[in-house]
Protein backbone atom coordinates (compact mmCIF):
# COMPACT_ATOMS: atom_id res chain seq x y z
CA UNK A 1 0.00 0.00 0.00
CA UNK A 2 1.05 3.81 -0.81
CA UNK A 3 2.75 5.43 2.11
CA UNK A 4 0.90 8.95 3.64
CA UNK A 5 1.53 12.32 2.56
CA UNK A 6 2.74 13.29 5.72
CA UNK A 7 5.53 11.34 5.48
CA UNK A 8 7.06 12.70 2.43
CA UNK A 9 10.65 13.97 3.35
CA UNK A 10 11.83 17.37 2.97
CA UNK A 11 11.75 20.23 5.69
CA UNK A 12 8.11 21.63 5.32
CA UNK A 13 7.50 22.05 8.44
CA UNK A 14 8.30 26.10 8.81
CA UNK A 15 7.53 28.19 5.73
CA UNK A 16 8.15 31.42 6.97
CA UNK A 17 11.91 30.32 8.74
CA UNK A 18 12.13 28.46 5.40
CA UNK A 19 11.95 31.90 3.58
CA UNK A 20 14.13 33.93 5.61
CA UNK A 21 16.62 31.24 5.53
CA UNK A 22 16.25 31.18 1.34
CA UNK A 23 16.22 35.06 1.37
CA UNK A 24 19.54 35.06 3.50
CA UNK A 25 21.36 32.24 1.54
CA UNK A 26 21.25 34.55 -1.63
CA UNK A 27 18.36 31.80 -2.96
CA UNK A 28 16.25 34.33 -5.20
CA UNK A 29 18.52 33.82 -8.02
CA UNK A 30 19.51 30.19 -7.14
CA UNK A 31 15.85 28.53 -7.33
CA UNK A 32 17.27 25.98 -9.60
CA UNK A 33 20.22 25.13 -8.04
CA UNK A 34 18.57 24.88 -4.32
CA UNK A 35 15.62 22.73 -6.22
CA UNK A 36 18.57 20.16 -7.87
CA UNK A 37 20.37 20.31 -4.07
CA UNK A 38 16.88 19.03 -2.78
CA UNK A 39 16.33 16.35 -5.29
CA UNK A 40 20.19 15.01 -4.44
CA UNK A 41 19.26 15.32 -0.50
CA UNK A 42 15.63 13.82 -0.38
CA UNK A 43 15.62 11.71 -3.40
CA UNK A 44 12.89 11.68 -6.43
CA UNK A 45 10.10 13.69 -4.15
CA UNK A 46 10.15 15.85 -2.00
CA UNK A 47 8.15 18.77 0.17
CA UNK A 48 8.89 21.99 0.23
CA UNK A 49 7.04 25.05 2.25
CA UNK A 50 8.30 28.67 1.20
CA UNK A 51 6.28 31.40 2.39
CA UNK A 52 2.59 30.60 1.96
CA UNK A 53 3.06 28.82 -0.23
CA UNK A 54 3.27 24.59 -0.33
CA UNK A 55 4.52 22.28 -2.75
CA UNK A 56 5.38 18.55 -3.38
CA UNK A 57 7.96 18.16 -5.85
CA UNK A 58 8.81 15.89 -8.82
CA UNK A 59 11.74 14.93 -11.41
CA UNK A 60 11.23 11.72 -13.03
CA UNK A 61 9.23 12.02 -16.15
CA UNK A 62 7.19 8.86 -15.03
CA UNK A 63 5.64 11.27 -12.34
CA UNK A 64 5.30 13.71 -14.40
CA UNK A 65 3.23 11.95 -16.73
CA UNK A 66 1.24 10.47 -13.52
CA UNK A 67 0.30 14.06 -12.79
CA UNK A 68 -0.66 15.40 -16.42
CA UNK A 69 -2.69 12.01 -16.85
CA UNK A 70 -4.75 13.44 -13.79
CA UNK A 71 -5.09 17.28 -14.60
CA UNK A 72 -8.63 16.90 -15.72
CA UNK A 73 -10.00 19.43 -18.52
CA UNK A 74 -9.76 22.63 -16.29
CA UNK A 75 -5.80 22.41 -15.10
CA UNK A 76 -4.64 25.10 -13.32
CA UNK A 77 -0.92 25.96 -12.47
CA UNK A 78 0.63 28.21 -9.28
CA UNK A 79 -0.33 31.68 -10.73
CA UNK A 80 1.94 34.38 -9.76
CA UNK A 81 0.55 36.36 -7.07
CA UNK A 82 2.27 39.56 -7.85
CA UNK A 83 0.69 39.45 -11.14
CA UNK A 84 -2.50 38.39 -9.86
CA UNK A 85 -2.21 41.10 -7.67
CA UNK A 86 -1.42 43.66 -10.55
CA UNK A 87 -4.44 43.44 -12.47
CA UNK A 88 -6.61 43.50 -9.31
CA UNK A 89 -5.10 46.89 -8.00
CA UNK A 90 -5.61 48.83 -11.51
CA UNK A 91 -8.80 46.11 -12.21
CA UNK A 92 -7.50 44.58 -15.27
CA UNK A 93 -9.14 41.99 -16.56
CA UNK A 94 -7.16 38.57 -16.74
CA UNK A 95 -6.17 36.74 -20.34
CA UNK A 96 -5.71 32.82 -20.33
CA UNK A 97 -2.81 33.09 -18.41
CA UNK A 98 -4.34 33.49 -15.38
CA UNK A 99 -8.18 32.74 -15.52
CA UNK A 100 -9.30 29.43 -13.88
CA UNK A 101 -12.18 27.57 -14.84
CA UNK A 102 -14.17 27.58 -17.66
CA UNK A 103 -13.69 31.23 -17.92
CA UNK A 104 -10.08 30.27 -19.01
CA UNK A 105 -11.73 27.28 -20.94
CA UNK A 106 -13.86 29.32 -23.40
CA UNK A 107 -10.97 31.70 -24.01
CA UNK A 108 -8.29 29.14 -24.19
CA UNK A 109 -10.41 27.20 -27.01
CA UNK A 110 -10.78 30.37 -29.12
CA UNK A 111 -7.40 31.24 -28.86
CA UNK A 112 -6.10 28.12 -29.70
CA UNK A 113 -7.70 28.51 -33.40
CA UNK A 114 -5.86 31.42 -34.02
CA UNK A 115 -2.38 31.00 -32.47
CA UNK A 116 -2.04 27.15 -32.58
CA UNK A 117 -3.86 25.13 -34.98
CA UNK A 118 -1.90 23.65 -37.64
CA UNK A 119 -3.74 25.26 -40.60
CA UNK A 120 -3.39 28.98 -38.89
CA UNK A 121 0.26 28.57 -37.50
CA UNK A 122 1.56 28.04 -41.48
CA UNK A 123 0.20 31.19 -41.97
CA UNK A 124 2.94 32.52 -39.61
CA UNK A 125 6.06 31.49 -41.99
CA UNK A 126 5.86 34.31 -43.89
CA UNK A 127 5.73 36.93 -41.47
CA UNK A 128 8.41 35.57 -39.39
CA UNK A 129 10.76 34.47 -42.13
CA UNK A 130 10.46 38.30 -43.08
CA UNK A 131 11.62 39.49 -39.78
CA UNK A 132 14.49 36.97 -39.86
CA UNK A 133 15.65 38.39 -43.35
CA UNK A 134 15.91 41.70 -41.79
CA UNK A 135 18.05 40.71 -39.02
CA UNK A 136 20.31 38.89 -41.01
CA UNK A 137 20.57 41.91 -43.27
CA UNK A 138 21.31 44.02 -40.26
CA UNK A 139 24.08 41.54 -38.83
CA UNK A 140 25.23 42.08 -42.38
CA UNK A 141 25.24 45.71 -42.01
CA UNK A 142 26.78 45.51 -38.99
CA UNK A 143 30.00 43.40 -40.54
CA UNK A 144 30.15 45.87 -42.93
CA UNK A 145 30.30 48.57 -40.32
CA UNK A 146 32.89 46.97 -38.16
CA UNK A 147 35.59 46.60 -41.50
CA UNK A 148 36.62 43.19 -39.41
CA UNK A 149 34.40 40.68 -41.39
CA UNK A 150 32.70 39.65 -38.59
CA UNK A 151 29.88 40.82 -35.78
CA UNK A 152 31.10 40.29 -31.91
CA UNK A 153 28.22 41.81 -29.34
CA UNK A 154 26.32 40.61 -26.43
CA UNK A 155 23.42 40.09 -28.77
CA UNK A 156 20.68 40.01 -26.00
CA UNK A 157 19.10 43.66 -26.76
CA UNK A 158 19.13 42.86 -30.84
CA UNK A 159 17.08 39.55 -30.14
CA UNK A 160 14.83 41.32 -27.68
CA UNK A 161 14.22 43.70 -30.45
CA UNK A 162 13.63 40.48 -33.01
CA UNK A 163 11.58 38.31 -30.77
CA UNK A 164 9.26 41.50 -29.78
CA UNK A 165 8.76 42.82 -33.67
CA UNK A 166 8.37 38.66 -34.59
CA UNK A 167 5.23 38.32 -31.87
CA UNK A 168 3.85 41.37 -33.40
CA UNK A 169 4.22 40.82 -36.67
CA UNK A 170 1.87 38.05 -36.62
CA UNK A 171 -0.10 39.47 -33.57
CA UNK A 172 -1.34 42.75 -35.38
CA UNK A 173 0.03 41.68 -38.61
CA UNK A 174 1.90 44.95 -39.22
CA UNK A 175 5.75 46.12 -38.65
CA UNK A 176 7.30 47.40 -35.86
CA UNK A 177 10.32 48.62 -37.45
CA UNK A 178 12.32 46.98 -34.37
CA UNK A 179 15.60 46.26 -36.67
CA UNK A 180 16.11 49.23 -38.48
CA UNK A 181 18.80 51.85 -36.76
CA UNK A 182 16.35 53.85 -35.24
CA UNK A 183 14.42 52.13 -32.57
CA UNK A 184 10.59 53.15 -31.71
CA UNK A 185 11.25 54.79 -27.77
CA UNK A 186 7.66 53.91 -27.16
CA UNK A 187 9.14 49.95 -28.33
CA UNK A 188 11.94 49.77 -26.27
CA UNK A 189 10.22 51.17 -23.52
CA UNK A 190 7.78 48.18 -23.64
CA UNK A 191 11.28 45.44 -23.88
CA UNK A 192 12.69 47.42 -20.66
CA UNK A 193 9.07 47.05 -19.01
CA UNK A 194 9.14 43.08 -19.58
CA UNK A 195 12.33 42.47 -18.17
CA UNK A 196 11.75 44.81 -15.31
CA UNK A 197 8.45 42.98 -14.49
CA UNK A 198 10.15 39.73 -14.67
CA UNK A 199 13.10 41.08 -12.17
CA UNK A 200 10.44 42.97 -9.71
CA UNK A 201 8.27 39.15 -9.78
CA UNK A 202 11.13 37.12 -8.10
CA UNK A 203 11.51 38.94 -4.94
CA UNK A 204 7.86 38.58 -4.21
CA UNK A 205 6.89 35.59 -5.63
CA UNK A 206 6.34 33.76 -2.26
CA UNK A 207 4.36 36.25 -0.76
CA UNK A 208 0.18 36.29 -1.07
CA UNK A 209 -1.41 38.81 -3.22
CA UNK A 210 -2.90 40.90 -0.66
CA UNK A 211 -0.32 41.52 1.70
CA UNK A 212 1.87 42.63 -1.88
CA UNK A 213 -0.21 45.26 -2.38
CA UNK A 214 -0.65 46.95 1.02
CA UNK A 215 3.39 46.64 1.46
CA UNK A 216 4.24 49.36 -0.31
CA UNK A 217 7.52 48.67 -1.06
CA UNK A 218 9.79 50.29 -3.75
CA UNK A 219 9.66 46.85 -5.42
CA UNK A 220 5.76 46.75 -5.46
CA UNK A 221 5.83 50.33 -7.38
CA UNK A 222 8.40 49.35 -9.79
CA UNK A 223 6.33 46.15 -10.28
CA UNK A 224 3.33 48.71 -10.84
CA UNK A 225 4.88 50.56 -13.19
CA UNK A 226 6.43 48.02 -15.24
CA UNK A 227 3.05 46.46 -15.80
CA UNK A 228 1.65 49.96 -16.57
CA UNK A 229 3.99 50.24 -19.26
CA UNK A 230 3.12 47.05 -20.90
CA UNK A 231 -0.34 47.57 -20.79
CA UNK A 232 -0.31 50.90 -21.78
CA UNK A 233 1.88 50.35 -25.25
CA UNK A 234 -0.02 47.07 -25.63
CA UNK A 235 -3.08 48.95 -26.05
CA UNK A 236 -1.75 51.31 -28.16
CA UNK A 237 -0.83 48.52 -30.65
CA UNK A 238 -4.30 46.97 -30.92
CA UNK A 239 -6.09 50.19 -30.57
CA UNK A 240 -4.44 50.59 -34.09
CA UNK A 241 -4.88 47.56 -35.43
CA UNK A 242 -8.75 47.68 -34.41
CA UNK A 243 -8.97 51.50 -35.81
CA UNK A 244 -7.29 50.20 -39.05
CA UNK A 245 -10.04 47.65 -39.50
CA UNK A 246 -13.00 49.90 -38.56
CA UNK A 247 -12.20 52.36 -41.68
CA UNK A 248 -11.51 49.60 -43.87
CA UNK A 249 -7.67 49.76 -44.15
CA UNK A 250 -6.98 46.25 -43.59
CA UNK A 251 -6.10 44.43 -46.69
CA UNK A 252 -8.08 41.47 -46.53
CA UNK A 253 -5.89 39.50 -49.04
CA UNK A 254 -2.39 38.58 -46.88
CA UNK A 255 -2.59 37.64 -43.55
CA UNK A 256 -4.04 40.11 -41.08
CA UNK A 257 -2.69 39.08 -37.85
CA UNK A 258 -4.30 37.05 -34.83
CA UNK A 259 -5.75 39.96 -33.21
CA UNK A 260 -7.89 40.66 -36.45
CA UNK A 261 -8.91 37.36 -36.89
CA UNK A 262 -9.88 37.22 -33.37
CA UNK A 263 -11.70 40.52 -33.51
CA UNK A 264 -13.68 39.37 -36.60
CA UNK A 265 -14.79 36.30 -35.31
CA UNK A 266 -16.58 37.87 -33.17
CA UNK A 267 -17.07 35.21 -30.29
CA UNK A 268 -14.85 36.78 -27.45
CA UNK A 269 -15.61 40.18 -25.91
CA UNK A 270 -13.06 42.66 -26.89
CA UNK A 271 -11.54 43.21 -23.43
CA UNK A 272 -11.03 39.25 -23.24
CA UNK A 273 -8.85 39.52 -26.39
CA UNK A 274 -7.41 42.52 -24.82
CA UNK A 275 -5.98 41.18 -22.02
CA UNK A 276 -5.01 38.07 -23.71
CA UNK A 277 -3.50 39.49 -26.59
CA UNK A 278 -1.18 42.05 -24.15
CA UNK A 279 -0.05 38.83 -22.56
CA UNK A 280 1.09 36.99 -25.87
CA UNK A 281 3.27 40.72 -26.89
CA UNK A 282 4.77 40.20 -23.18
CA UNK A 283 5.30 36.62 -23.16
CA UNK A 284 6.80 37.18 -26.86
CA UNK A 285 10.18 38.55 -25.42
CA UNK A 286 12.21 37.65 -23.07
CA UNK A 287 11.07 33.77 -24.06
CA UNK A 288 12.25 33.39 -27.67
CA UNK A 289 15.23 35.94 -27.41
CA UNK A 290 17.19 34.46 -24.04
CA UNK A 291 16.55 30.49 -25.76
CA UNK A 292 17.98 31.64 -28.85
CA UNK A 293 20.62 33.07 -27.28
CA UNK A 294 21.46 30.03 -25.55
CA UNK A 295 20.90 28.43 -28.65
CA UNK A 296 23.79 30.29 -30.32
CA UNK A 297 26.00 29.92 -27.43
CA UNK A 298 25.74 25.99 -27.50
CA UNK A 299 26.13 25.62 -31.24
CA UNK A 300 29.28 27.86 -30.81
CA UNK A 301 31.06 25.43 -28.16
CA UNK A 302 30.39 22.37 -30.15
CA UNK A 303 31.43 23.37 -33.59
CA UNK A 304 30.90 19.71 -34.97
CA UNK A 305 27.06 20.12 -34.25
CA UNK A 306 26.85 23.56 -35.90
CA UNK A 307 28.81 22.18 -38.74
CA UNK A 308 26.25 18.91 -39.67
CA UNK A 309 23.34 21.48 -38.61
CA UNK A 310 24.27 23.44 -41.58
CA UNK A 311 24.63 20.31 -43.60
CA UNK A 312 21.07 19.89 -42.63
CA UNK A 313 19.58 23.55 -43.24
CA UNK A 314 21.49 23.66 -46.66
CA UNK A 315 20.60 20.28 -48.07
CA UNK A 316 16.83 21.21 -47.05
CA UNK A 317 17.26 24.31 -48.75
CA UNK A 318 18.52 23.17 -51.96
CA UNK A 319 15.62 20.10 -51.97
CA UNK A 320 12.91 22.92 -50.90
CA UNK A 321 13.87 25.24 -53.26
CA UNK A 322 13.95 28.04 -50.73
CA UNK A 323 10.20 27.07 -49.67
CA UNK A 324 10.36 27.04 -46.14
CA UNK A 325 7.28 25.55 -45.33
CA UNK A 326 8.85 22.59 -47.12
CA UNK A 327 12.26 22.85 -45.38
CA UNK A 328 10.43 23.16 -41.94
CA UNK A 329 9.61 19.62 -42.47
CA UNK A 330 12.87 18.30 -43.15
CA UNK A 331 15.34 19.98 -40.64
CA UNK A 332 14.93 17.90 -37.95
CA UNK A 333 17.96 17.88 -36.51
CA UNK A 334 17.47 21.61 -36.28
CA UNK A 335 14.44 21.32 -33.98
CA UNK A 336 16.12 18.89 -32.07
CA UNK A 337 18.64 21.05 -31.49
CA UNK A 338 15.98 23.58 -29.70
CA UNK A 339 14.79 20.63 -28.03
CA UNK A 340 18.53 20.00 -26.57
CA UNK A 341 18.75 23.72 -25.63
CA UNK A 342 15.74 23.71 -23.36
CA UNK A 343 16.70 20.77 -21.55
CA UNK A 344 19.82 22.12 -20.51
CA UNK A 345 18.24 26.07 -20.13
CA UNK A 346 14.43 26.18 -20.04
CA UNK A 347 12.72 29.22 -19.43
CA UNK A 348 10.78 27.61 -16.87
CA UNK A 349 12.31 26.35 -13.51
CA UNK A 350 9.59 24.24 -12.98
CA UNK A 351 6.26 22.95 -14.41
CA UNK A 352 3.31 23.29 -11.18
CA UNK A 353 -0.24 21.67 -11.34
CA UNK A 354 -3.10 21.92 -8.46
CA UNK A 355 -3.83 18.47 -7.58
CA UNK A 356 -7.85 17.99 -7.52
CA UNK A 357 -7.92 14.32 -7.53
CA UNK A 358 -5.46 11.99 -5.18
CA UNK A 359 -2.36 10.79 -7.04
CA UNK A 360 0.09 8.58 -5.68
CA UNK A 361 4.10 9.43 -6.49
CA UNK A 362 6.85 7.33 -5.92
CA UNK A 363 4.20 5.44 -3.97
CA UNK A 364 3.43 8.44 -1.49
CA UNK A 365 -0.74 9.53 -1.71
CA UNK A 366 -0.89 13.03 -2.61
CA UNK A 367 -4.09 14.01 -1.61
CA UNK A 368 -5.63 16.86 -3.30
CA UNK A 369 -5.78 19.21 -0.11
CA UNK A 370 -3.22 20.10 1.89
CA UNK A 371 -4.05 18.70 5.39
CA UNK A 372 -4.57 21.47 7.76
CA UNK A 373 -2.44 20.56 10.31
CA UNK A 374 0.34 22.39 9.18
CA UNK A 375 1.38 24.70 12.29
CA UNK A 376 1.74 28.12 9.74
CA UNK A 377 -1.52 27.94 8.04
CA UNK A 378 -3.31 30.21 11.15
CA UNK A 379 -0.59 32.84 10.67
CA UNK A 380 -0.88 32.39 6.78
CA UNK A 381 -4.29 32.90 6.93
CA UNK A 382 -4.47 35.90 9.01
CA UNK A 383 -1.67 37.53 6.75
CA UNK A 384 -3.96 36.70 3.82
CA UNK A 385 -7.23 38.42 5.01
CA UNK A 386 -4.69 41.68 6.59
CA UNK A 387 -5.16 43.01 3.04
CA UNK A 388 -8.99 42.57 3.63
CA UNK A 389 -9.40 44.12 6.53
CA UNK A 390 -7.62 47.36 5.44
CA UNK A 391 -9.87 47.83 3.07
CA UNK A 392 -12.59 47.68 4.96
CA UNK A 393 -11.06 49.85 7.65
CA UNK A 394 -10.49 52.77 4.60
CA UNK A 395 -7.15 51.16 4.01
CA UNK A 396 -4.46 52.62 2.05
CA UNK A 397 -5.31 52.80 -1.52
CA UNK A 398 -8.94 52.74 -1.60
CA UNK A 399 -10.67 53.98 -5.09
CA UNK A 400 -8.71 51.85 -7.22
CA UNK A 401 -9.54 48.60 -5.76
CA UNK A 402 -12.31 46.26 -6.90
CA UNK A 403 -13.77 44.71 -4.16
CA UNK A 404 -13.13 40.68 -3.10
CA UNK A 405 -16.12 39.92 -4.20
CA UNK A 406 -15.51 41.52 -7.89
CA UNK A 407 -12.47 39.70 -8.13
CA UNK A 408 -13.83 36.22 -7.19
CA UNK A 409 -16.31 36.96 -9.97
CA UNK A 410 -13.35 37.27 -12.30
CA UNK A 411 -12.60 34.16 -12.06
CA UNK A 412 -13.15 31.28 -8.74
CA UNK A 413 -9.87 30.74 -7.39
CA UNK A 414 -10.02 28.79 -4.62
CA UNK A 415 -7.54 29.48 -1.45
CA UNK A 416 -4.37 28.09 -2.68
CA UNK A 417 -2.88 27.59 -0.03
CA UNK A 418 -5.85 24.96 0.64
CA UNK A 419 -4.61 23.05 -2.50
CA UNK A 420 -1.84 20.94 -3.25
CA UNK A 421 0.72 22.50 -5.76
CA UNK A 422 2.54 19.32 -7.37
CA UNK A 423 5.53 21.25 -9.43
CA UNK A 424 7.68 19.47 -11.88
CA UNK A 425 11.41 20.04 -11.31
CA UNK A 426 12.10 20.75 -15.34
CA UNK A 427 15.55 22.32 -14.74
CA UNK A 428 16.65 19.50 -12.44
CA UNK A 429 15.20 17.18 -14.85
CA UNK A 430 17.17 18.25 -17.58
CA UNK A 431 20.43 17.57 -15.89
CA UNK A 432 19.85 14.56 -14.46
CA UNK A 433 22.05 11.87 -15.22
CA UNK A 434 18.74 9.26 -14.87
CA UNK A 435 17.03 10.68 -17.42
CA UNK A 436 19.60 12.29 -19.71
CA UNK A 437 22.84 9.82 -19.99
CA UNK A 438 25.82 12.59 -19.74
CA UNK A 439 23.44 15.61 -19.38
CA UNK A 440 26.03 17.91 -19.39
CA UNK A 441 26.68 17.39 -22.86
CA UNK A 442 25.33 19.63 -25.42
CA UNK A 443 23.88 16.73 -27.86
CA UNK A 444 20.81 17.36 -30.31
CA UNK A 445 21.12 13.87 -31.57
CA UNK A 446 20.00 12.23 -28.16
CA UNK A 447 16.43 13.53 -28.90
CA UNK A 448 16.95 11.56 -32.37
CA UNK A 449 18.38 7.99 -30.86
CA UNK A 450 15.75 5.07 -30.57
CA UNK A 451 14.30 4.74 -26.89
CA UNK A 452 11.13 6.23 -25.61
CA UNK A 453 11.11 9.97 -24.44
CA UNK A 454 8.22 9.40 -22.79
CA UNK A 455 7.28 13.15 -20.77
CA UNK A 456 11.55 14.08 -21.26
CA UNK A 457 10.61 17.38 -23.61
CA UNK A 458 8.51 18.99 -21.45
CA UNK A 459 9.83 22.97 -22.24
CA UNK A 460 6.48 23.94 -22.98
CA UNK A 461 4.53 22.26 -20.37
CA UNK A 462 1.71 19.71 -21.51
CA UNK A 463 -1.54 19.56 -22.00
CA UNK A 464 -4.30 22.07 -22.70
CA UNK A 465 -2.70 24.42 -20.40
CA UNK A 466 0.60 24.27 -22.09
CA UNK A 467 2.28 27.67 -23.77
CA UNK A 468 -0.17 29.00 -25.80
CA UNK A 469 2.78 30.66 -27.64
CA UNK A 470 4.57 27.57 -28.58
CA UNK A 471 3.86 27.40 -32.17
CA UNK A 472 4.68 31.28 -32.08
CA UNK A 473 7.86 30.77 -30.39
CA UNK A 474 9.27 27.13 -32.13
CA UNK A 475 8.52 28.68 -35.80
CA UNK A 476 10.69 31.69 -34.76
CA UNK A 477 13.38 30.33 -33.41
CA UNK A 478 13.74 27.57 -36.29
CA UNK A 479 13.47 30.09 -38.76
CA UNK A 480 15.78 32.34 -37.32
CA UNK A 481 18.99 29.52 -36.89
CA UNK A 482 17.67 28.25 -40.15
CA UNK A 483 18.37 31.77 -41.87
CA UNK A 484 21.42 32.52 -39.39
CA UNK A 485 22.89 28.75 -40.34
CA UNK A 486 22.37 29.69 -44.02
CA UNK A 487 24.77 33.03 -43.72
CA UNK A 488 27.07 33.13 -41.01
CA UNK A 489 29.63 31.09 -38.23
CA UNK A 490 28.46 31.17 -35.05
CA UNK A 491 31.60 31.62 -32.90
CA UNK A 492 32.02 32.28 -29.22
CA UNK A 493 34.93 34.59 -28.05
CA UNK A 494 36.04 33.51 -25.08
CA UNK A 495 36.14 30.00 -22.78
CA UNK A 496 34.01 31.95 -19.78
CA UNK A 497 31.44 29.58 -18.34
CA UNK A 498 28.18 30.94 -17.96
CA UNK A 499 26.07 29.71 -15.23
CA UNK A 500 22.00 30.13 -15.02
CA UNK A 501 20.02 33.05 -13.24
CA UNK A 502 16.59 32.54 -12.07
CA UNK A 503 14.71 36.10 -12.59
CA UNK A 504 11.59 34.53 -12.54
CA UNK A 505 12.40 33.16 -16.02
CA UNK A 506 15.80 31.40 -16.14
CA UNK A 507 18.75 33.72 -17.91
CA UNK A 508 21.98 33.92 -18.70
CA UNK A 509 23.96 35.04 -15.43
CA UNK A 510 26.69 37.55 -17.38
CA UNK A 511 26.29 38.82 -20.74
CA UNK A 512 27.42 36.23 -23.24
CA UNK A 513 29.33 37.50 -26.40
CA UNK A 514 29.15 36.61 -29.40
CA UNK A 515 30.52 36.60 -33.19
CA UNK A 516 28.96 36.13 -36.27
CA UNK A 517 31.44 35.59 -38.99
CA UNK A 518 29.97 35.82 -43.16
CA UNK A 519 30.30 32.23 -44.61
C1 LIG B 1 2.61 29.34 -20.68
C2 LIG B 1 7.19 28.13 -21.86
C3 LIG B 1 7.17 31.45 -25.39
C4 LIG B 1 2.73 32.84 -24.06
C5 LIG B 1 3.86 28.73 -20.70
C6 LIG B 1 4.27 27.65 -19.84
C7 LIG B 1 5.54 27.32 -20.17
C8 LIG B 1 5.96 28.19 -21.25
C9 LIG B 1 6.39 26.22 -19.55
C10 LIG B 1 3.41 26.96 -18.79
C11 LIG B 1 2.77 25.76 -19.45
C12 LIG B 1 2.09 24.78 -18.51
O1 LIG B 1 1.74 25.15 -17.38
O2 LIG B 1 1.88 23.60 -18.92
C13 LIG B 1 7.56 28.93 -22.94
C14 LIG B 1 8.82 28.80 -23.64
C15 LIG B 1 8.82 29.74 -24.65
C16 LIG B 1 7.56 30.44 -24.54
C17 LIG B 1 9.92 27.78 -23.33
C18 LIG B 1 9.84 30.06 -25.69
C19 LIG B 1 11.05 29.54 -25.78
C20 LIG B 1 5.95 32.08 -25.36
C21 LIG B 1 5.52 33.05 -26.33
C22 LIG B 1 4.27 33.45 -25.95
C23 LIG B 1 3.92 32.72 -24.74
C24 LIG B 1 6.30 33.49 -27.57
C25 LIG B 1 3.32 34.42 -26.64
C26 LIG B 1 3.09 34.42 -27.90
C27 LIG B 1 2.32 32.01 -23.04
C28 LIG B 1 1.01 32.11 -22.39
C29 LIG B 1 0.97 31.09 -21.44
C30 LIG B 1 2.25 30.41 -21.49
C31 LIG B 1 -0.10 33.12 -22.71
C32 LIG B 1 -0.20 30.76 -20.50
C33 LIG B 1 -1.20 29.82 -21.20
C34 LIG B 1 -2.40 29.41 -20.36
O3 LIG B 1 -2.36 29.50 -19.13
O4 LIG B 1 -3.42 28.98 -20.95
N1 LIG B 1 4.91 29.04 -21.56
N2 LIG B 1 6.84 29.93 -23.49
N3 LIG B 1 4.97 31.91 -24.43
N4 LIG B 1 3.04 30.98 -22.48
FE1 LIG B 1 4.91 30.41 -23.04
C1 LIG C 1 8.19 30.94 -12.08
O1 LIG C 1 7.70 29.29 -8.76
C2 LIG C 1 8.57 30.27 -10.75
O2 LIG C 1 5.98 31.54 -20.31
C3 LIG C 1 7.31 29.92 -9.95
O3 LIG C 1 5.30 33.75 -21.55
C4 LIG C 1 6.40 29.03 -10.76
C5 LIG C 1 6.09 29.63 -12.12
C6 LIG C 1 4.82 29.72 -12.52
C7 LIG C 1 4.39 30.14 -13.86
C8 LIG C 1 5.54 30.30 -14.88
C9 LIG C 1 6.72 30.97 -14.13
C10 LIG C 1 7.25 30.11 -12.95
C11 LIG C 1 7.84 31.33 -15.14
C12 LIG C 1 7.32 32.14 -16.35
C13 LIG C 1 6.18 31.44 -17.09
C14 LIG C 1 5.08 31.18 -16.02
C15 LIG C 1 3.89 30.74 -16.85
C16 LIG C 1 4.01 31.57 -18.14
C17 LIG C 1 5.34 32.32 -18.07
C18 LIG C 1 6.69 30.15 -17.73
C19 LIG C 1 8.00 28.88 -13.46
C20 LIG C 1 5.90 32.67 -19.49
C21 LIG C 1 7.25 33.32 -19.43
C22 LIG C 1 4.88 33.62 -20.23
C23 LIG C 1 4.77 34.97 -19.55
C24 LIG C 1 3.64 35.84 -20.07
C25 LIG C 1 3.53 37.15 -19.28
C26 LIG C 1 4.72 38.04 -19.53
C27 LIG C 1 2.29 37.90 -19.64
Given at each position: ??R??????G??????LN?????????????H???????????????????A????N?I?P????T??????S??????V?P?V???D?????????????E???????M??K????????????????????????R??????????E?WTA??????F??AL?SV??????????L?????DP?????I???T?M??????????????LR????????D?VQA??????Q??????????????Q?K??K??M?I???????????????R????E?MAG???????????A??EL???????E??RAE????KR???G??????????LL????KE??R?????V?L???????????D??I???????TG????????????????????C?PS?HPS?????A????P????Q????V????????P??F????????Q????A????????????????????R?A?L??QL?LMQ??????????R???I?????????PD??????L???
Open positions: TPPFNQLPDWRTGWLFRFWQEGGLNNVHIMARKFQQFGPIYREKLGYESVISQDAALFQAEGLPERFSPWAYRFRNKPYGVLLKTGAWRSDRLLNEVLSPQVVEGFVPLLSQVGEDFIRAQAQVEKSGRHDFTHELRFECHVLYGERLGLQDFVDAQRFDAVLFHTTSPMLYLPPNLHLNTKMWRHWDAIFSADKCIQNVYRDLRLRSTEYGLCNLIMRDKLPLEDIASVTMGVDTTSMTLQWMFARSPGVQQLVLAAEAEDRVKMLKTIRKATITLLHPVATQRYTTQEVILQYRPPKVSKASLLTLTWLWDLGDMGRAAGGMLKAAWRQTHRDPSLTLVQGLYAMGRDEVPKPEQFRPRWLAGPKHFQGLSFGFGPRQCLGRIEEMFILENFKIETMAVEGTKFDLILIKPIYLTRPL
